[in-house]
């Protein structure tokens, strides 16, 4: 078996239909294997893939166990020499699988690779980064890395300096749409179940990089994601599991010094964005829904540390 893909659904019915109708056809051309865990969902979603996909393996979870876990089910079930991890609110294009595995077959020393994501309207959506360090919680805290998205230091972390338009060696991919080598799953070991969801592919990219992997992007693959997923990506739920998995990663790989120095920085950003986003808004600057977005954001991470402080 060429290929695994792993979806990991939680009420998503409709979107997992269309990313599998995608999928299924748009891999013809690759051996491979579908595995959908679901994670009790209650919207139909287990019905629907059972009546539309029966060559998928599906796995039911009585609970919704988050990203890691249910990846990991599927992973281990799986026996394709590649795995991707695809969201279910993803659609491929123009045969983006079977080009991410060419690029696999023919650079033997790529542990990961990340492809071109697109938005609905079929815009650029970043999709690999470098590793978040105290050194770019800074440059967020200040702003600098929204005043100056072109410059290679200040953007470093999000490489808004880069057009995304070249194959490029990165440090971390999204998981939304992720493909691995098993053979380096196997070296370094399989997802951490400690990251319910976000920056768990980064910390799976930083145990990759540390044992000699690389990590790359093709921008010749292209994948839609329309970030209509699971969990409402503005949410006291969104940001509180953000925030831990933030502060674990932090922890896990730079030390508590690091955590440390982290928190105030977040605070600060935090303060900046609500403050400048409000001044935009109130003078009609920008796109208004998108700094509407970044300061409620911002408020519900100032919410969240709060609640910590005072131990709720």
Not at 89 to 103: C, Q, S, W, Y
Not at 120 to 144: G, I, K, M, N, R
Not at 181 to 192: E, F, S, T, W, Y
Request: with cysteine.
């Amino acid at each position: 078996m060429d290929l695994s893909i792993v979806v990991v659904n939680w009420n998503t019915r409709d979107l997992l239909i269309q990313c599998l109708t995608s999928v299924v056809q748009g891999t013809e051309r690759v051996d491979h294997e579908i595995v959908v865990v679901d994670n009790a969902s209650t919207d139909g979603s287990v019905l629907a893939v059972q009546e539309g996909f029966p060559q998928v393996k599906l796995i039911v979870n009585s609970s919704n166990l988050g990203f890691a876990k249910a990846a990991i089910q599927a992973i281990i079930e799986s026996t394709g020499r590649y795995v991707l991890l695809l969201n279910p609110d993803t659609r491929p294009l123009d045969n983006a699988i079977g080009k991410m595995v060419e690029f696999m077959d023919s650079h033997s020393e790529t542990g990961a690779l990340g492809c071109r994501l697109l938005n609905p309207d079929l815009t650029l959506q970043p999709s690999c980064f470098s590793f978040p360090t105290v050194e770019t919680a800074l440059y967020d805290a200040l702003l600098l890395s929204w005043l100056f998205p072109r410059s290679s230091t200040f953007g470093k972390y999000r490489l808004s300096f880069w057009k995304h338009d070249s194959v490029r060696e990165v440090d971390s991919v999204t998981g939304a749409c992720l493909l691995l080598r098993r053979k380096a799953i196997d070296q370094i070991g399989l997802l951490d179940e400690r990251f319910f969801m976000y920056y768990e592919e980064s910390d799976w990219c930083y145990r990759m990089k540390q044992k000699g992997w690389k990590i790359y992007f093709i921008p010749h693959a292209e994948v839609v994601h329309s970030f209509s997923g699971s969990i409402p990506v503005l949410s006291g739920l969104t940001v509180g599991r953000s925030m831990e998995s933030m502060y674990y990663f932090f922890r896990k790989h730079y030390g508590l010094p690091a955590v440390v120095a982290l928190i105030p920085l977040t605070i600060l950003r935090a303060v900046n964005t609500i403050f400048v986003g409000t001044l935009m808004r109130l003078l009609g600057k920008g796109k208004r829904e998108g700094v509407h977005q970044q300061v409620r954001w911002q408020w519900l991470i100032l919410k969240w540390h709060l609640l910590k402080l005072l131990g709720w």
